[in-house]
């Protein structure tokens, strides 16, 4: 309907245009025709009174005609010597007004009925000598008539052929809406990545098309950032579950209660966990918050023996709570490792900043250097939620996050650079 109704308004607006101009154009041409008609008349009048005039002659103070010259202008031209009619027979239709314009001495047009009148003055020797033509306008006004009509008749073809032309035109052109609409409405029942693709195109619908695929990727990965936040957390609120039911299974198994610490312990972990991953999410959504590296370096390892090496105050495109949120379950992990000192290394790399966090324990092994990132691994006494959860995070906000096998405990994080 919506379709079918811009239609109708570019189809109409396309007749409404063209017959605006047919019609001027038909004004114009017929006034133009009317003006060449007129002077024509009159040239013709001119004419035929000079035609009459050569025929004149003034001898011994008389006027008089050649013989047999002004037979042939009898009925169309008349002749006036001092107001007084000396050759031709007026018609009776305009005899009167051609007695009065051979009584003027001086030239005049005027018309009368369907006939143009001409009085033209002679010199005649001190006498008034007059001449009077008349033209008949029936043929030249047959001819405008046929003119107009055939104007107007190919004027109307021509609003329909624009009509035509015009509904063509726009039926092709809607005929790329008519097929995104229907791919759209494919794609959303079974291909929901699918992409217009009419980059090539540089029409206005081309644009449509290239703004509708640019708005559909932000509509997917929008879908993927909640689809990977429901997961993220789901996934993180397995393993404190299955341990807070596991200690009460425990508890009731052996008839005693359940440690308050060990559930506060495990709540609290739970907390930490669901916040840094929705701090995460929302912070990739904003996109646009920045931090100096120094002063969150400084914030995470307060109240712990950690040896910062940074080279200069750098900044990175990441918010600082998310910074502390990666690194300090890094620093924690570090710590219980650790034979006697742990450390931070600050280094610039291109468009990234890389934090290495490292400690003097027994480090990783080649083989597990992705399995200590799974939840539930753990070489010590926890839970294995540490370096899960900073996989996590990093998976969220596009950071990079690696174990490296050196020796040494090494964890390499790596953020873009503001």
Same mark, same amino acid.
């Given at each position: 309907?919506?379709?079918?109704?811009?239609?109708?308004?570019?189809?109409?607006?396309?007749?409404?245009?063209?017959?605006?101009?047919?019609?001027?154009?038909?004004?114009?041409?017929?006034?133009?025709?009317?003006?060449?008609?007129?002077?024509?008349?009159?040239?013709?009048?001119?004419?035929?009174?000079?035609?009459?005039?050569?025929?004149?002659?003034?001898?011994?103070?008389?006027?008089?005609?050649?013989?047999?010259?002004?037979?042939?202008?009898?009925?169309?031209?008349?002749?006036?010597?001092?107001?007084? #009619?000396?050759? *031709? !027979?007026?018609?009776?239709?305009? /005899? +009167?007004? @051609?007695?009065? $314009? &051979?009584? %003027?001495?001086?030239?005049?047009?005027?018309?009368?009925?369907?006939?143009?009148?001409?009085?033209?003055?002679?010199?005649?020797?001190?006498?008034?000598?007059?001449?009077?033509?008349?033209?008949?306008?029936?043929?030249?006004?047959?001819?405008?008539?046929?003119?107009?009509?055939?104007? #107007?008749?190919? *004027? !109307?073809?021509?609003?329909?052929? /624009? +009509?035509? @032309?015009?509904? $063509? &035109?726009? %039926?092709?052109?809607?005929?790329?809406?008519?097929?995104?609409?229907?791919?759209?409405?494919?794609?959303?029942?079974?291909?929901?990545?699918?992409?217009?693709?009419?980059?090539?195109?540089?029409?206005?619908?081309?644009?449509?098309?290239?703004?509708?695929?640019?708005?559909?990727?932000?509509?997917?990965?929008?879908?993927?950032?909640?689809?990977?936040?429901?997961?993220?957390?789901?996934?993180?609120?397995?393993?404190?579950?299955?341990?807070?039911?596991?200690?009460?299974?425990?508890?009731?198994?052996?008839?005693?209660?359940?440690?308050?610490?060990?559930?506060?312990?495990?709540?609290?972990?739970?907390?930490?966990?669901?916040?840094?991953?929705?701090?995460?999410?929302?912070?990739?959504?904003?996109?646009?918050?920045?931090?100096?590296?120094?002063?969150?370096?400084?914030?995470?390892?307060?109240?712990?023996?950690?040896?910062?090496?940074?080279?200069?105050?750098?900044?990175?495109?990441?918010?600082?709570?998310?910074?502390?949120?990666?690194?300090?379950?890094?620093?924690?992990?570090?710590?219980?490792?650790?034979?006697?000192?742990?450390?931070?290394?600050?280094?610039?790399?291109?468009?990234?900043?890389?934090?290495?966090?490292?400690?003097?324990?027994?480090?990783?092994?080649?083989?597990?250097?992705?399995?200590?990132?799974?939840?539930?691994?753990?070489?010590?006494?926890?839970?294995?939620?540490?370096?899960?959860?900073?996989?996590?995070?990093?998976?969220?906000?596009?950071?990079?996050?690696?174990?490296?096998?050196?020796?040494?405990?090494?964890?390499?994080?790596?953020?873009?650079?503001?």
């Amino acid at each position: 309907m919506g379709l079918t109704g811009f239609r109708a308004r570019i189809v109409s607006l396309a007749v409404l245009t063209a017959t605006l101009v047919v019609a001027v154009l038909v004004v114009l041409s017929h006034v133009l025709l009317s003006r060449a008609t007129d002077a024509d008349t009159r040239t013709l009048a001119r004419t035929r009174a000079d035609a009459v005039a050569a025929t004149v002659q003034v001898l011994n103070g008389g006027v008089r005609l050649v013989e047999g010259a002004g037979d042939a202008f009898d009925t169309v031209a008349w002749v006036y010597a001092d107001g007084r #009619l000396i050759d *031709g !027979a007026p018609r009776s239709a305009v /005899a +009167g007004v @051609v007695d009065q $314009l &051979g009584r %003027s001495d001086k030239e005049e047009y005027l018309t009368t009925g369907r006939y143009l009148l001409y009085a033209a003055p002679l010199p005649a020797q001190g006498r008034q000598v007059t001449v009077v033509v008349t033209v008949d306008l029936t043929p030249y006004e047959n001819s405008e008539q046929r003119s107009l009509i055939a104007s #107007l008749v190919l *004027g !109307a073809l021509a609003v329909v052929l /624009a +009509g035509f @032309v015009a509904y $063509l &035109g726009v %039926s092709r052109a809607l005929r790329v809406v008519h097929r995104m609409s229907a791919l759209a409405d494919e794609w959303g029942d079974h291909d929901p990545g699918r992409r217009f693709g009419l980059e090539t195109s540089r029409d206005e619908f081309g644009e449509l098309a290239q703004t509708f695929d640019r708005l559909l990727d932000r509509v997917s990965a929008t879908i993927a950032d909640e689809r990977r936040l429901t997961d993220e957390i789901a996934h993180e609120l397995r393993t404190p579950i299955t341990v807070l039911r596991g200690d009460a299974q425990l508890a009731e198994l052996s008839g005693t209660q359940v440690d308050p610490q060990v559930v506060l312990a495990e709540a609290d972990r739970l907390s930490n966990a669901v916040n840094a991953i929705l701090d995460a999410a929302r912070s990739r959504i904003r996109g646009e918050a920045t931090c100096r590296l120094s002063v969150v370096l400084r914030q995470v390892s307060e109240g712990r023996e950690v040896q910062i090496d940074a080279a200069g105050d750098l900044e990175v495109a990441v918010p600082a709570d998310v910074v502390a949120a990666v690194l300090a379950p890094l620093l924690d992990n570090a710590a219980r490792h650790a034979t006697a000192t742990v450390s931070l290394q600050v280094d610039a790399v291109g468009n990234s900043v890389v934090v290495h966090v490292l400690d003097d324990g027994p480090g990783f092994r080649p083989d597990e250097l992705e399995r200590i990132f799974a939840p539930g691994h753990s070489g010590t006494d926890g839970h294995g939620l540490g370096l899960a959860v900073v996989r996590r995070i990093a998976t969220a906000t596009g950071l990079g996050v690696r174990a490296v096998a050196d020796g040494r405990g090494h964890v390499e994080v790596r953020f873009p650079r503001a």
